[in-house]
Every structure is written in structure tokens, then in C-alpha cells.
């Protein structure tokens, strides 16, 4: 299975990476990303200077302490933070089981959810077209659910479904058509065509 090891190769680096787009808008002290990452501080340290100097991220000092966090405006920030949706969590999850899950022609995340900000009611968090085995997938999200300690939103349909309500300009479908979206399977441009 691809992961984020295939595409940089220091160990260290794709640890903070997962750490830092997990939770963009958190920002890390270097003593705290050594035990997130479970690797030798200088090793840590070694990776924020060349992270910092390459643009990815922002350092600030707070009375004794520094803190990094990941800067939004590095040219590369989405494809990073897909890479890591892609590699992580649900993501990594439903790519890695979409075989058990049936006959998935396309499946996402919803850029809120990626980002890990909070979703509103009508939010849904993951969309899955195909035909699907439902009792897989309501175990595969309830065992993530317990692991965020918090309600996934996910809606399932079939491709005929689909198509149906694009071609209705359904808001629902619209709303997401029109949001920002991780594709976990699928190629986006012939979902939104």
C-alpha cells in the first residue's frame, strides 16, 4: 500500500509531518515533538531547522519556550495535507479495506474533516459512491469514531444515485461538489464532470 515513507525518505520527517496536518492549527513545542515522534531530539531538531528554512513551517517563542507549527501558505500545504489524509486515520483505513468494502468508484473526505476542524450539522465528513457492503463500512467507521471520540457524518449512494442528483443540482451534492474535498479513491475530475 502507498504511504508517505514512498515519497520522503527521512523517517523523521514524515513523522512531524503526520503530527503537523493532523491538527493544522495546532502548534508543538520541540520536547513534545520528540515524544510525539518517539525519535532523538536532535534528529527532531535537525528536521524543524530544514522544514523552516525549506518555508513549511513558522517557529514562535513563548516565554522559554519554542513553538513550531505548520504555515497554511507553503505552496505545497494541500497536496501535503492530502498525502497525509491518504496515509493516516480513516483515509488510510477505507483505501486500504475498499476491496472488503465493495465496489467503490469514488470516495472522499471533506476538507473540514481533513483539517480536523469542527463540522456543522449538515457537514458530511465522508462520501462513498458504489455499492457497498453497509455492515463493513458502519464497523469501519464506528471503530473511528471511538478513536476521535466523535460522530462521523458519511453518506453512501449508489453511482446511479449519483448522477441522478448532480444532474438535478441537488444543494447536498452541490454543497459538496462545490467544497473543499480529500478524493481517497476516484479521480475528482470525472466525479465533478
Same mark, same amino acid.
Given at each position: ?8 525518505? +527521512?523517517?523523521?520527517?514524515?513523522? =512531524?509531518?503526520?503530527?503537523? =496536518? ?7 513545542? $520541540?520536547?513534545?515533538? $520528540? ?11 535537525? %528536521? ?30 494541500? %497536496? ?28 472522499? =473526505? ?29 464497523? =469501519? ?32 451534492? +452541490? ?16 466525479? $465533478? +464532470?
Amino acid at each position: 500500500m502507498p504511504s508517505l515513507q514512498d515519497f520522503i525518505i +527521512s523517517q523523521t520527517r514524515v513523522k =512531524l509531518l503526520e503530527i503537523f =496536518l493532523l491538527d493544522p492549527a495546532k502548534i508543538y513545542y $520541540v520536547r513534545e515533538l $520528540v515524544r510525539l515522534t518517539e525519535e532523538e531530539i536532535n534528529a527532531v531538531r535537525r %528536521e524543524l531547522i530544514q522544514m523552516e528554512e525549506k518555508g513549511m513551517l513558522k517557529k514562535e517563542q513563548r516565554a522559554n519556550r519554542l513553538y513550531y507549527g505548520f504555515r497554511r501558505d507553503y505552496p505545497y500545504y494541500n %497536496e501535503l495535507l492530502q498525502l497525509v489524509a491518504k496515509s493516516t486515520g480513516l483515509g488510510k483505513a477505507i483505501i486500504k479495506e475498499k476491496n472488503r468494502l465493495g465496489k467503490i468508484k469514488f470516495a472522499l =473526505l471533506s476538507g473540514r474533516f481533513a483539517r480536523h476542524k469542527q463540522h456543522q450539522e449538515t457537514d458530511v465528513d465522508i462520501l462513498i459512491i458504489g455499492d457497498l457492503v453497509m455492515p463493513e463500512l458502519s464497523s =469501519l467507521v464506528a471503530q473511528f469514531e471511538k478513536e476521535l471520540t466523535r460522530e462521523i457524518n458519511y453518506s453512501v449512494m449508489t453511482e446511479e444515485e449519483f448522477e441522478f442528483r448532480k444532474k438535478r443540482r441537488d444543494p447536498f451534492i +452541490s454543497q459538496i461538489l462545490m467544497g473543499s474535498r480529500v478524493m481517497l479513491i476516484g479521480d475528482d475530475e470525472e466525479m $465533478v +464532470s
